[in-house]
Nanobody, 119 residues
Framework: QVRLVESGGGLVQAGDSLRLSCAAS????????MAWFRQAPGKEREFVGS????????DYADSVKGRFAIARDNVKDTLDLEMSSLEPEDTGVYYC????????????WGQGTQVTVSS
């Protein structure tokens, strides 16, 4: 089956930048959309941003607009999450997800990568 692997997490200071990467491996399946989610300690998983190739649009959560950006790395063949001006509130486990059908649900998930932002 298709697997998603996130990388790039780590411990940074407030105001720093990080670039997370999501790589897919396994069977080749059409991807209608891919997204990034995060889950802070003691909180529910929340949407961060997504790119939908089927609809031709990119979306971001209000909390990260202007600071985060999803970008395709054509050299590494990954979908990256570029994060800047990081804040302690951005701390959490970041997950990559893929939508492989036109239903509208993300059905493939990675294991996550930890991002910790100190004040």
């Amino acid at each position: 089956q298709v697997r998603l692997v996130e990388s790039g997490g780590g411990l940074v200071q407030a105001g720093d930048s990080l670039r997370l990467s999501c790589a897919a491996s396994g069977r080749t399946i059409i991807m209608y959309a891919m997204a990034w989610f995060r889950q802070a300690p003691g909180k529910e998983r929340e949407f961060v941003g997504s790119v939908n190739w089927r609809q031709g649009r990119t979306d971001y959560a209000d909390s990260v607009k202007g600071r985060f950006a999803i970008a395709r790395d054509n050299v590494k063949d990954t979908l990256d999450l570029e994060m800047s001006s990081l804040e302690p509130e951005d701390t959490g486990v970041y997950y990559c997800a893929a939508m492989t059908s036109g239903v509208g649900a993300y059905n493939i998930w990675g294991q996550g990568t930890q991002v910790t932002v100190s004040s």
